[in-house]
């Protein structure tokens, strides 16, 4: 039977969730797919609208399982935003573990065991996506679909 995950890229001061039920084998069945931005002003009350936005989604849509995309090394060096990028994805993390389980999955490890392709190449293959999804997913929510992918595999 398949159940409700969630995928989750935090990126900047935005956080992109795709919500799917998962079978245990075939491809996810879309139910949403939403970016939701940081709101304007100060960053604490920001950050607090936005933790309790993704506690309210996760409660009322019965999501059993979070998977997160995992921070990555900035290789050009950290700067501001890639701290405040860092700091939205931990009140994130934070607001989906009190209400249900979270899983963490890396871009770098998704590579190394999902298959014989890197993430960012099954991220621009179409057909790839037509096959794995049933419903609307927007190219630029596939790194959110790949996590629950990942995820469904065995580690």
Not at 16 to 45: H, K, N
Not at 135 to 155: C, D, I, T
């Amino acid at each position: 039977m398949a159940s409700r995950w969630l995928g989750v890229v935090v990126s900047g001061d935005k956080v992109t969730i795709v919500d799917a039920e998962v079978p245990d084998t075939g491809p996810l069945v879309i139910q949403a797919d939403e970016s939701w931005p940081l709101q304007q002003g100060e960053r604490v009350p920001a950050y607090v609208v936005m933790a309790q936005q993704v506690s309210n989604y996760v409660t009322e849509n019965r999501i059993k399982l979070a998977v997160v995309k995992a921070s990555a090394v900035s290789l050009g060096g950290t700067k501001k935003a890639h701290l405040e990028s860092a700091e939205l994805r931990g009140v994130v993390m934070a607001a989906l573990g009190t209400i249900t389980n979270v899983e963490l999955r890396s871009k770098g490890v998704i590579s190394k065991t999902f298959g014989k392709r890197k993430v960012d190449a099954y991220v621009k293959d179409d057909g790839f996506w037509q096959k794995e999804c049933v419903g609307q997913l927007r190219s630029g929510s596939r790194e959110a679909a790949m996590v629950l992918l990942a995820a469904r595999k065995p580690k």
